[in-house]
């Protein structure tokens, strides 16, 4: 009834087809190995108020078990805090991060750790480093007229 | 259209097909008017463009008064909002008015005009409020940062404006179908509704977000704001708003071009069901914009992410009919063999040229976005200059391109001047140097992207670090493809002026190319002229996709966000 021609239902299905297997994969990474994107839900907490209370009240580097770290970042019109995170190579990090002003970026480039901190909510994302070096952390959201200004280091031991 | 059934065409002397169709005056003037505002706003849009990539490069230093983030906030508005609404409503009130009777009914014209001047005191307001850096919030506006709250209300003019003139036309349209019970409607007349009501659609959402959520706190009515909320309500339109773009560009390869090229529209209904699938599937991703951000449920990120994915149908679609198209016309003038039609397409003629080279850039730039939206891919890129080399090579290319092939012949039927070999050369030229330009701006920042250079950041070295010094020397690239793109706007308004008020005036009007269906193709299925259907599933779609994250967004309500310029 939409005079598709032979060649374009087979041009179609290829297309769907090779759809569908991408979903897949993507489906199949996200629920089953949880790769899944920060997600993060109820966690909201009063943006002025961050830094008198668990987890802000503590920021930076706390081992919790065996080459496993919790790391508390917060960022601020234009900084992180703290400025340097430095963990041993093969570390799993937890990291909790929130803003206390407008929204930041949290990327660290060659790393899958690419988060948006948004006041009053906090992130959460985990990752191991296995790459030793010394990263770098930048702000990619806009923040204001020093965004630029806005890094920090990442340092893998 | 009726020389094909004459047999007689009449050509001017530089090779251009004439008719005797031409529009009142009451219509060309309100066209003109969107379209003049149009040009000045890609201009100036382009050039704060290039000023700002020269700063980032490191080869200027701004004055004072005028930052990095004034640039960039009046080019993203005056780019993505302002330039596009305005060509887009002027070029879908030319096609409905040709395609239902030549003329637009009095109500339309007083609501085109309406709109006209609210559409353009709203931009003025704005632009204003950014040169003084009083709103140097981006385009999009993201809270809590907050600009002069008149900022927001300007913006609320645009789109309401843009609300009036999309009435106007679909009252035309519903009085055509009035008269013409049971007749197909027109294409031109039929994408062009599904075009509005996608636009209607998502722009409502952000209205919401503006005159609900934002203007009361910016002129200090309540103290906080829902940060994430906004910016959920924003990303309801802002993936739509690309499709708003894209569709006009589509309706231009879809039913204009084929007579360009002297050949035939393919089908009366593929183009339809594409349209229709567009609607359906360019609100409920929104999320994927937000992929990166607390407070979303991971569950709805992922349904939008498969909901994105479905319009890969329509584009495959698409794609198929349009070189479909391009073979059967190339073969109908003589074209052999597997490739042979290819040569007997109209390179040297730009209303098809420009366009072309616009689809092309479509391949790698359509092929960019899969990567965007994939679920973990997203997490390379997101935020990086990947994407905004993304939608410089779709957006700023493909729709662009394709804009530009449009004024090369609407301009013309409007001010009844002759298109001149001259300027189709200029023409042929200014597109060679914008796709030059787009690719290595465009194409570099990819690369860029991918080393994690971020996007909407000035002039920096990160305090010398090794990463920070490669991004640089990839922004050198980038800035030359600025220059080249710096010089093709200069041809652009060249042109524009040319055809404005230079080249000879003509008795008879250049043709308005109106592709005739191939008489092989079946009348379109009725249900697909069924709005209503067709709106009940899209609203459908949006509330399961959206009701629940906007509705734990509400419950898990943080206080809320005080207010900040921190610019
Ligand atoms: C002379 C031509 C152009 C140049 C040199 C140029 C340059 C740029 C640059 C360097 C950026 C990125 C700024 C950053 O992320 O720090 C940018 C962003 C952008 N450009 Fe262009 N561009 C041009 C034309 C266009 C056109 C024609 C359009 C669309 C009609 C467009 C739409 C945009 C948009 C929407 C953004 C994003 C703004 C934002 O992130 O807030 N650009 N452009
Ligand atoms: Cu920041
Ligand atoms: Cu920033």
């Known amino acids: 009834m939409f005079d598709m021609p032979k060649f374009e239902k087979i041009w179609l299905s290829i297309g769907v087809g090779s759809l569908i297997l991408f979903l897949l994969i993507s489906g199949v990474l996200g629920v089953a190995m949880g790769l899944n994107p920060p997600d993060g839900l109820e966690n909201t907490i009063e943006p002025e108020q961050v830094e008198a209370a668990p987890p802000f009240n503590e920021l930076g580097v706390k081992q919790i078990g065996d080459n496993e770290y919790e790391v508390n970042v917060l960022s601020f019109i234009f900084g992180f805090d703290p400025k340097e995170i430095v963990v041993p190579q093969g570390a799993t990090v937890h990291f909790k991060m929130t803003s206390k002003d407008v929204v930041h970026g949290f990327h660290i480039p060659g790393t899958p750790v690419n988060l948006m901190l948004t006041p009053g909510h906090i992130t959460e994302y985990t990752h191991t480093f296995n790459e030793p070096g010394e990263y770098l952390i930048v702000c990619h959201e806009y923040c204001g007229i020093g965004h630029e200004q806005m890094y920090a280091k990442f340092v893998v031991e | ?246 569709l006009p560009a589509y309706i231009y390869w879809y039913v204009n071009i084929p007579q360009i090229i002297g050949g035939k529209i393919f089908s009366n209904s593929l183009p339809r069901l594409t349209f229709i699938l567009l609607i359906l599937f360019s609100v409920p991703v929104g999320l994927h ?163 994690g250079a971020p996007r909407r950041t000035a002039y920096s070295t990160y305090g010398e670090h090794e990463l920070g010094i490669t991004w640089m020397s990839y922004n050198q690239v980038i800035a030359i493809g600025a220059v080249i793109l710096f010089v093709a706007i200069l041809l652009m308004l060249y042109i524009w002026i040319n055809l404005l008020f230079v080249t ?21 299925p009725r249900i697909l002229e069924r709005w209503s259907v067709w709106i009940g599933v899209s609203i459908a779609l949006s509330v399961i996709a959206y009701t629940i994250p906007i509705y734990q967004l509400i419950v898990n309500q943080d206080p809320g966000s005080l207010p900040f310029r921190s610019w």
Do not use: C
């Open chain 2, 1 to 246: 259209m009726d020389h094909q059934h004459t047999g007689l065409i009449e050509k001017d002397a530089h090779g251009n097909v004439l008719t005797d169709f031409e529009f009142e005056k009451e219509d060309r003037n309100i066209m003109l008017a969107f379209i003049g505002f149009a040009f000045v706003s890609v201009f100036l849009g382009a050039v704060a463009g290039f000023l700002q990539m020269m700063q980032r490069a490191g080869w200027i230093t701004l004055p004072h008064w005028l930052t990095y983030y004034q640039l960039l906030t009046f080019h993203g508005v005056a780019l993505a909002l302002v330039f596009t609404t305005f060509f887009i409503m002027a070029f879908l009130y030319s096609g409905v008015t040709k395609t239902l009777g030549g003329s637009m009914p009095k109500i339309t014209r007083t609501l085109s005009w309406i709109a006209f001047f609210m559409m353009a005191i709203g931009t003025l307001i704005a632009i204003f409020l950014i040169l003084t850096n009083d709103a140097t919030v981006l385009y999009t506006f993201y809270t809590p940062m907050r600009a002069n709250g008149w900022f927001y209300v300007g913006l609320a003019l645009l789109i309401v404006g843009s609300w009036i003139i999309s009435i106007g036309i679909i009252i035309a349209y519903a009085r055509w179908r009035k008269k013409n019970r049971g007749k197909p409607s027109p294409l031109f007349a039929y994408m062009t509704i599904a075009t509005i009501i996608l636009w209607l659609h998502a722009s409502l959402a952000v209205a919401v977000s503006v005159v609900v959520l934002i203007i009361p706190w910016a002129f200090d009515l309540v103290p906080r704001i829902n940060v994430s909320l906004t910016r959920t309500l924003f990303w309801y339109f802002g993936h739509a708003l690309v499709y708003f773009w894209l």
């Open chain 2, 504 to 524: 000879p005036k003509m008795e008879k009007t250049l043709e308005y190319p109106i592709g005739v269906v191939n008489e092989k193709a079946n009348e379109p």
């Open chain 2, 289 to 451: 914009h937000q992929l990166m951000e607390p407070g979303l449920h991971s569950f709805f990120k992922f349904l939008q992410v498969i909901l994105t994915m479905a319009v890969v149908v329509p584009t495959l679609i698409t794609a198929f009919s349009i070189i479909a198209t391009f073979e059967l016309a190339g073969r109908s003038k003589g074209g052999k063999g597997l490739f042979g039609w290819v040569k007997k397409l109209p390179w040297k003629d730009a209303r098809f040229f420009a366009a072309f080279m616009g689809m092309l850039l479509f391949i790698p730039g359509g092929a960019g976005g899969v990567i965007n939206t994939s679920y973990q891919l997203n997490q390379m890129v997101h935020n990086t200059w990947w994407v905004t080399g993304h939608f410089h090579l779709t957006f700023a290319s493909s729709v662009v391109l394709t804009f530009f092939a449009i004024s090369y012949w609407l301009v013309p039927v409007l001010t009844k001047r002759t298109f001149t070999r001259t300027m189709n050369r200029l023409a042929i030229l200014q597109t060679i140097l914008w796709t030059v330009g787009m690719i290595l701006l465009g194409g570099v920042m990819h690369f860029a992207g991918l080393k």
